[in-house]
Each structure stands twice: as C-alpha cells, then as structure tokens.
C-alpha cells in the first residue's frame, strides 16, 4: 500500500527519505506497492523485476507519473486545450498520453485535475480546464473516458480526478493553503 517517489520531488519534501538504496531494501522486504516518478521503459522496467524476483510475493508495483498535457508529445496545457472547446482534441491527447505512457511502463497518472479554480495566483491552475464547473466536468470525463479505455485495451493507464472538491480556492493561490468558502460557492462551483 505505500507509495514512494522514485525520481523528481513534487509536493512537500520527506525528512526521512531513504534514498535510493534504501527504497531498494524497502522494496525487497515487500514493503512497496507502487512508485511515483520512476519513468521510461528500462527504469521501470528493472525497478518492477526486483519486485518480481526479490520479493517474497511477487506481486508487481504499479508505476505512477503525473501525465497532464502530454508524456513524450506534449499538448496545449489543459487550460489551453479548455479554450478550444473541443473534446475531441482532449479525447486525442489523452489517447496519445495514455498509448505512450503506457508503453513507457507506467499504469497510472495524476490527472485530470478536475477542481474549478478562479485564482490565477495557484500554481496548478493551468491544470484544469478553467472556472467553469460544466465545461470542466466534460473535459475531466472526456480525459478520464480516454486514459483508462476499456478493460481489454493495453494502451490505457488508470487516472486519478484530483484536487477535485475546493482545493482551487485556497487563500492567496498557495499551494496547501487554507481554503475558505460559502455553502452556496461549494454547491455551485466547486462540487458540480
């Protein structure tokens, strides 16, 4: 069940880190469930044979990666693709995301961010489609259709819909911020 960050640091930093050989050792014990940012075919592809060989189980780690506008063909930011009001153009990035990343060993990504943000101060703003909950609604539906595909389809990847429920409207646009809202803007903007 745990999670650990195999490359790039995104969110707040870990005092205890283990550090890479130390997530190896954790690994070998059983005692990690997926990896967040270890990318490309041979990174994943040997990281996933420790868990198979070394691990008294066997059970195979699931590799996740933050897959928002793109994984080797990047798209316009979701922001921008929003503007054009096109879900088939959504529907195309993810497919092409989704195949590519896939192919890459991940099983997962962290998108679509779905929250409805009207501060242009918070830095994943360009992550959602906008402040507009129905057109952002489509575009999240339209990304997730796409990245997860159909149970028989090996190109696909499962997505996470976050940040999902207020999390746009923290005070100042910081990240992990206080946010604090009315019932009325909670039932209206944010949670439709």
């Known amino acids: 069940m745990n999670q650990l960050n195999g490359g790039v640091l995104t969110g707040p930093t870990v005092a205890?880190?283990?550090?890479?050989?130390?997530?190896?050792e954790l690994l070998k014990q059983g005692?990690?469930?997926?990896?967040?940012?270890?990318?490309?075919?041979?990174?994943?592809?040997?990281t996933q044979k420790i868990a198979?060989?070394?691990t008294r189980l066997g059970i195979p780690l699931l590799f996740g990666f933050d897959v928002i506008h793109g994984y080797?063909?990047?798209?316009?930011?979701?922001?921008a693709e929003a503007c054009s009001w096109d879900l088939d153009a959504a529907y195309k990035s993810a497919s092409i995301a989704a195949k590519e990343a896939s192919v890459a060993g991940l099983h997962w990504t962290f998108a679509p961010m779905m929250d409805v943000s009207r501060e242009p101060r918070l830095g994943r703003v360009m992550e959602g489609s906008g402040e507009e909950p129905y057109l952002q609604a489509k575009f999240a539906a339209t990304r997730v259709?796409?990245?997860q595909g159909y149970l028989y389809d090996n190109q696909c990847i499962m997505a996470t819909v976050k940040h999902f429920v207020a999390y746009g409207a923290v005070e100042a646009g910081k990240e992990y911020n206080t946010v604090d809202m009315s019932r009325y803007a909670l039932w209206n903007y944010s949670l439709p």
């Open 16 to 24: 205890n880190d283990p550090g890479a050989k130390g997530k190896v």
């Open 31 to 46: 005692k990690v469930g997926s990896f967040l940012n270890v990318v490309g075919t041979e990174q994943t592809y040997a």
């Open 52 to 54: 198979l060989e070394n």
């Open 72 to 79: 080797k063909t990047i798209f316009p930011i979701p922001l």
């Open 145 to 147: 259709k796409r990245f």
